[in-house]
């Protein structure tokens, strides 16, 4: 079987037949045990009784009337019907409740006698079949009736008239059919949801990277197709960042190319003094590209996140001043700050924030740093200010986005739209965040958390 529901409905139709088969194997095999049990309690007790009967009739040299008398009256004594038969196996005489027990069809139970003769009897109450008013489970005798034991199993009350082994058989394929019936539409509404999320992630694989599966319920199917569109969603946001990445890099790239282009095309006609400045431009060029695959390598491999990180302990104080001084920026810090992290990446995302400031803030550029408690952690946070034009509020969120630029005065300060980008990225992979706010007195202010070490 290739469907999965069919074979979790068949395995379940097979123990379940298995279990049939074997409880009615070892219903009826205790049952025989009880049934040989009570005949032998029922003939050793009988047997008894029968002996010491016979000892109380006359004997078998009396007349026949004589004992006929004497077994009537033991018989209305007693109230039980009795019979007697002489050695040759001629009927002596009966009880009138032992002729009309015969004339019913209840077969009798006989003893022989020390003198050959015969006593035959029955159990008082018993009718044709062996089966009595509110008598329990019955056994047969030698003579072949069925004689009173211990309470009787429920088939042969709801199936009168069968044999036992076939009421049983009876209720255990009716009991078989009703689990059989109620399990199918169990099975089937579970791998009918697990048909959905084949059929999904078939869907998903084919392209359709938009496409969730319905969840329903709450067991371990439910969590399944949940883990599903997670996952899902994140593939789709990774791979419409490196589509969106890819696009504005190819876009990106023209530029210095046409530059370099144009360039290189008038060198052979340009002047020594125009070659020194073409030669500028291309090195220009050059430099801008070779920093545009750097930033989009980096971007690319922030985006795959197995890509480990290094855990060391970074002094976050000494980093920032380090490349302060590259710029001439002023640091203020209350000793030293670590962090657990990639010291390089660290620092890429430091250097990004003071070049965005020298090239949008006016040249004014502080750093600061210091420590804050968020909701019973420990964070590092460390700002970048300058006093430029600022960020609109509308646009504080985009400016993260790669190859975004505030429009109006980003377009002609150069850069290519990836810093911020990464700062976000490289925050985030540290378990922290960035952010853009306004700072008093003009300008703006962009401070990124990290978790302390």
């Not at 019913?104 to 035959?120: C, E, I, V």
């Not at 990106?252 to 282009?261: F, G, H, I």
């Not at 545009?292 to 985006?303: F, G």
Request: glycine share 10%.
């Amino acid at each position: 079987m290739k469907s999965l529901y069919l074979r979790i409905y068949a395995t379940v139709v097979v123990v379940l037949l298995l279990f049939a088969l074997l409880s009615g194997w070892i219903v009826e095999r205790h049952l025989a045990e009880e049934r040989v049990r009570n005949e032998q309690v029922v003939s050793d007790r009988l047997g008894a009784w029968a002996e010491l009967l016979g000892n109380s009739l006359p004997g078998a040299d009396t007349s026949a009337d004589a004992q006929l008398a004497a077994l009537r009256d033991w018989s209305q004594r007693l109230r039980v019907p009795l019979a007697l038969d002489d050695a040759q196996g001629q009927r002596i005489g009966a009880s009138e409740s032992f002729e009309r027990r015969t004339l019913d069809g209840t077969r009798p139970f006989s003893f022989k006698l020390d003198d050959g003769r015969t006593l035959l009897t029955m159990r008082p109450g018993m009718r044709q079949g062996g089966r009595r008013a509110g008598a329990g489970a019955e056994v047969r005798g030698p003579g072949g009736e069925e004689r009173a034991g211990r309470a009787s199993p429920p088939w042969p009350l709801l199936f009168p008239g069968l044999p036992r082994g076939a009421g049983l058989a009876i209720i255990l394929v009716v009991l078989f059919l009703a689990v059989a019936a109620g399990a199918y539409p169990v099975v089937r509404r579970l791998t009918r949801r697990l048909e959905a999320l084949k059929q999904g992630v078939e869907q998903f694989g084919a392209g359709a990277l938009d496409h969730r599966v319905a969840i329903s319920g709450a067991d371990e199917v439910a969590a399944v197709a949940a883990s599903f569109n997670v996952a899902a969603a994140r593939v789709e946001a990774l791979v419409q960042s490196h589509r969106s990445l890819l696009a504005n890099a190819s876009h990106e790239l023209r530029s210095p190319l046409a530059r370099m282009k144009m360039a290189v095309s008038m060198l052979a006609e340009a002047t020594p003094a125009q070659r020194a400045t073409l030669k500028a431009e291309i090195d220009k060029n050059v430099a801008e590209l070779d920093g545009l695959v750097e930033e989009v390598l980096l971007a690319s491999r922030l985006d795959a996140t197995e890509i480990p990180l290094h855990d060391d302990q970074v002094d976050l104080l000494a980093v920032a001043a380090e490349e302060a001084a590259r710029v001439g920026a002023h640091v203020e810090g209350v000793g030293s700050v670590f962090v657990k992290g990639d010291e390089r990446l660290l620092r890429r995302a430091i250097r990004n924030l003071l070049e965005n400031a020298q090239r949008y803030g006016g040249g004014e550029v502080e750093i600061g740093l210091g420590r804050v408690k968020v909701r019973g952690n420990e964070f590092v946070w460390l700002e970048v200010c300058d006093r430029g034009p600022g960020v609109p509020v509308a646009m504080r969120e985009r400016i993260f986005e790669p190859f975004f630029r505030v429009p109006g005065h980003a377009e002609h300060a150069g850069g290519i739209g990836l810093g911020l980008a990464l700062v976000k990225q490289i925050a985030v992979r540290h378990g922290g965040s960035v952010r853009c706010e306004a700072r008093q007195g003009g300008g703006s202010r962009f401070v990124i958390e990290v978790p302390a070490a």
